[in-house]
């Protein structure tokens, strides 16, 4: 055991070591689309980036997972799975009474800012309204290494002995404890394949400091990507793209507004003759500042800025993070009046913009999804065991696949 758990320290250490790049562009990102601090709010100067970035999550919530009942199914393939009408009524009934459409959204912010974003399905105590809970984990709390993901999180003593009841705080954290049962501690939850250990991250022995094992049927942590490149484990998501241009878009909104402070207040010039005390000064409308007789007083000084280009600047670089951010495409959701012929255009546009985003959702948030829903259902009895792989097949009622089928271009159907 303790030679495993060492194993899985040293594989949490070379994935946080491969994931530190990443965190460096998320950082950034978050930087210029959802500031999280004073700081980084008040270097924000443009703010193109983030409406637009809040407008393409709002639209992959409308177009992938609407709030309505009727967005996923299962259709048998012949009569020998008669279970699969109970199975999808089930599934809807505890989705739609969960907390799954309000948090579904959090993770399509981190899927269009980092490119990648983790839903945490877990499953709620006997008895509760929904079976299912649902936590929109941040990327920076989430590393990936092959098969393996780890979860750092920190949470108050008190919370870790009632979550895990069997645990006995290793000897040099007892005390402590026992004084402050609100204090933080820091544990790593590893899930690799369908093993599950936590352990407290407070160095000293490793086993004392194991919190936790067992296994998984499915995996709770669901992690989506926009796109991927070969051979990397985190997607790229909008904002990343255009992350040089939204840095450039904010820092010329920055010189303009200097620019535009010295146009009001000005810039100016005094001979240092002894007489003028600049102290006393005040640059205000209707002011009277007096000079001695015979020197130049207080003179404007001119300045040699111009930033009229930058305006030219500034509209192609938003153009060019609008179109980024699919906003100049999507904004025609939003149209009142439009011809079926356009309509159809609209949709086969959209279709071409999403189409392998969705199918890349499809496969690694929608199919695991309904996977855990109907294992926790199966296993808590509300509905009969029923295999989806050999069963039934999945089928995806979003309104971007009622586009697609409308134009033909790609499956409403899973098969394997």
Known sequence: MQNNIQNLQKLYRRAIDARAPWVRRWDDAIKYTMPRDDADAAALFDATAADSADNLAA??????????????DLVPESEMSPDA?????????????????????????????????????????IGAVSAFSFTSIPMHDIALIGDAIFHTTSMPASEVLQRYPTWTPP????????????????????????EF????????????NVVATGTFETNPYIIFRWAV????????????????????????????LKNATIA????????????????NINLTPGAIIPKAVGSSGLTPLASGADFDVSQLILKDLRERI????????LGLLSEKEMTATEILARNADMVRILGATYGRLLHEFIRPLVDR????????????????????????????VKMAASESMISTNIEE
């Not at 005094?270 to 102290?279: E, F, K, M, Q």
């Not at 609008?322 to 495409?329: F, G, T, W």
């Not at 296993?379 to 089928?395: F, N, P, Q, V, Y």
């Open 264 to 279: 009001v207040s000005g810039i100016w010039q005094a001979d240092d003759d002894g007489v003028i005390n600049l102290n």
């Open 373 to 400: 829903g109907l294992q926790i259902l199966s296993r808590r009895g509300t509905i009969d065991r029923i295999k989806l792989h050999s069963d039934a097949e999945l089928k995806y009622l979003a309104p971007i």
């Open 322 to 329: 609008r179109h980024a951010m699919l906003a100049d495409r």
């Open 197 to 208: 250990v936590a352990w407290l991250d407070a160095g000293g022995d490793v086993e004392n």
């Open 171 to 194: 000897a040099n954290l007892r005390e402590s404890i026992k004084n402050d049962p609100e204090m933080p501690l820091r544990l790593v939850q590893c899930l690799k394949g369908t």
């Open 85 to 125: 009408a109970p199975a999808v009524a089930a599934l809807r009934a505890n989705l739609n009474d969960s907390n799954f459409y309000t948090t579904i959204h959090q993770c399509y912010m981190d899927l269009v800012i980092t490119g990648t974003a983790c839903l945490f399905m877990a499953e709620n105590p």
């Open 229 to 256: 490149s070969s051979g990397e484990m985190y997607g790229r998501g909008p904002v990343l793209r255009a992350l040089p241009d939204i840095k450039t878009a904010n820092k010329v909104v920055e010189l303009v």
């Open 59 to 72: 639209a992959m919530y409308s177009l992938l997972t609407p709030p309505e009942s009727m967005w996923i």
